[in-house]
């Protein structure tokens, strides 16, 4: 079993300051173990990354609401991602691995904590491809419910499972831009894939993961067009997020200000940065009024 490195510890303030009540579609909390265990059969050990941290880090980037995605180091145990929701005043929202072993009375307790959707992983590194009886159990199950699925990918993958994403009468968000690879360019089936989804009204995409899309590296520049390509062509569905604090990073840990410094390259103009960090995931993710000190 592999472990993470930490986040990078001295979160730079970004130069960009980003607007009121803007949010951070996909971040995360780890543990602590201590009081929140790891599940026995996770792929990969991170270091605590607990609920204060995200709060302290998002003080730093300007950043006032939240979307805290559960992952699969906590596996279906979605306690530490409701203790996170539950300390941030209305603020957080998230969303939850759940199995089949999830009944009304589970579910109902994770909405009324906040949970929105549910994830389901994909990637060969964190065990491919899930059993899609149960991805189609849960579809069935969540819908009445108003949530949506999130669904982390492979770049690969996108063409193969199109088919089964256009068939789905719910909303769907796909993580981390598909995960393509930049030096792959724009014309890279995967890519085309993805636009030709996100034409469907169901098809949310999330334009963060530059660390994960770039081949050069700091500053990730070369991610830029592929997110800015997508909230172009589909300004009402796109979100973004920080993906804090960044398991299973591979090269180069990014540092959280250098990518908010990237958010006016992706949205130059204040109205799509408005959409993109505060009208669409306010709209996803059912939030408030409520709101924090700038």
Same mark, same amino acid.
């Given at each position: ?18 607007? &009121? $009540? ?16 790891? &599940? ?6 991170? =270091? ?7 709060a302290a880090l998002h $003080? ?101 499972? &199109? ?18 690879? &930049?030096d792959a360019g724009l ?47 589909? =300004? ?59």
């Amino acid at each position: 079993m592999k472990s993470c490195p930490p986040p990078d510890p001295d979160t730079r303030r970004p130069r960009w300051r980003p607007p &009121a $009540r803007a949010c951070d579609a996909h971040c995360h909390v780890f543990g602590p173990a201590a009081r929140f265990p790891y &599940a026995p059969d996770r792929s990969y050990t991170p =270091p605590d990354a607990p609920k204060e941290s995200l709060a302290a880090l998002h $003080r730093i980037l300007g950043i006032e609401r939240a979307v805290i995605v559960q992952a699969s180091c906590h596996g279906s145990d979605n306690r530490a991602t409701l203790d996170a929701i539950a300390s941030g005043g209305g603020r957080y929202r998230g969303v939850a691995i759940v199995d089949q072993s999830f009944a009304d009375k589970g579910y109902a307790a994770l909405h009324a904590g906040g949970v929105r959707g549910v994830r389901f992983n994909f990637v060969k590194h964190l065990g491919g491809m899930p059993d899609r009886r149960v991805v189609h159990h849960v579809v069935e199950r969540i819908a009445p419910m108003g949530w949506h699925l999130v669904l982390h990918l492979d770049a690969a993958d996108i063409v193969e499972l &199109a088919p089964l994403l256009r068939e789905l009468r719910l909303p769907f968000v796909i993580d981390h831009m598909g995960r393509v690879k &930049a030096d792959a360019g724009l014309e890279q089936a995967p890519f085309r894939a993805l636009l030709e989804l996100a034409k469907l009204d169901t098809c949310w995409v999330k334009v963060c993961g530059a660390e994960r899309v770039s081949t050069a590296g700091p500053p990730f520049a070369d991610a830029v067009l592929f997110a800015r390509t997508l909230v172009r062509a589909t =300004p009402d569905r796109v979100l973004w997020g920080t993906d804090w604090p960044h398991p299973n990073i591979a090269r180069h840990m990014p540092n959280d200000g250098d990518l908010v410094d990237l958010v006016p390259l992706i949205a130059p103009d204040a109205a799509s940065q408005r959409k993109l960090l505060v009208d669409n995931p306010a709209h996803l993710y059912d939030f408030g009024e409520a709101r924090c000190a700038r």
